[in-house]
T-cell receptor
Framework: AQSVTQPDIHITVSEGASLELRCNYS??????LFWYVQSPGQGLQLLLK??????LVQGIKGFEAEFKRSQSSFNLRKPSVHWSDAAEYFC?????????????FGDGTTLTVKP | NAGVTQTPKFQVLKTGQSMTLQCAQD?????MSWYRQDPGMGLRLIHY???????DQGEVPNGYNVSRSTTEDFPLRLLSAAPSQTSVYFC?????????????FGPGTRLTVT
């Protein structure tokens, strides 16, 4: 069975500092990996995705993530955090074909940004 | 393009009542899913569908029913509401193409069962 672990429940960073959110996954085949962001009271918005190819993927809002198969990780990074980045972040693993639409989500990491 | 829409936004039910959460998408997506979100537990899959007339259970299907008569609509029915079903419910849809496989989420329905 597929699973996702986000080890950090809550992270606080100062505005302008760099950010890394950790994600570890368990999946039997090549994973399809996603990072979503959720602002308070809102739905989820896709930040970036990895299917294959270049292991460093760029997303919206200046985020990037690196897929490391050997470590089963897909960590999200941003070089300089803005106050508007405060939100909850979810890592997810998905599949295709008959399993499409069955993404498994981590429990989320809440990001607080200090002025 | 409205994307994924959900109604209602908020709902309060008494234990034992039934109701239907509506979900619609106008992107011609084949795949649709229902998730529930509880504090500290991420999103858990309730039911999903790979096309009209085809549905299957997810991780937490008990107490919920779905049907998919059209590509656009995927309603979620609570048969007899229980306080344990107090949650935020999200509907999502996606393409089947591997190149465009991310899920698009609705704004959610916040349900309270008293």
């Amino acid at each position: 069975a597929q699973s996702v672990t986000q080890p950090d429940i809550h992270i606080t960073v100062s505005e302008g500092a760099s950010l890394e959110l950790r994600c570890n996954y368990s999946y039997g085949a090549t994973p399809y990996l996603f990072w979503y962001v959720q602002s308070p009271g809102q739905g989820l918005q896709l930040l970036l995705k990895y299917f294959s190819g270049d292991t460093l993927v760029q997303g919206i809002k200046g985020f990037e993530a690196e897929f490391k198969r050997s470590q089963s990780s897909f960590n999200l990074r941003k070089p300089s955090v803005h106050w508007s980045d405060a939100a909850e972040y979810f890592c997810a693993v998905g599949a295709l074909n008959t399993n499409a639409g069955k993404s498994t989500f981590g429990d989320g990491t809440t990001l607080t940004v200090k002025p | 393009n409205a994307g994924v829409t959900q109604t209602p936004k908020f709902q309060v039910l008494k234990t034992g009542q039934s109701m239907t959460l509506q979900c619609a998408q106008d992107m011609n997506h084949e795949y649709m899913s229902w998730y529930r979100q509880d504090p500290g537990m991420g999103l858990r899959l309730i039911h999903y569908s790979v096309g009209a007339g085809i549905t299957d259970q997810g991780e937490v299907p008990n107490g919920y029913n779905v049907s998919r008569s059209t590509t656009e609509d995927f309603p979620l029915r609570l048969l007899s509401a229980a306080p344990s079903q107090t949650s935020v419910y999200f509907c999502a849809s996606s393409y089947s193409s591997s190149r465009q496989y991310e899920q698009y989420f609705g704004p959610g329905t916040r349900l309270t069962v008293t």
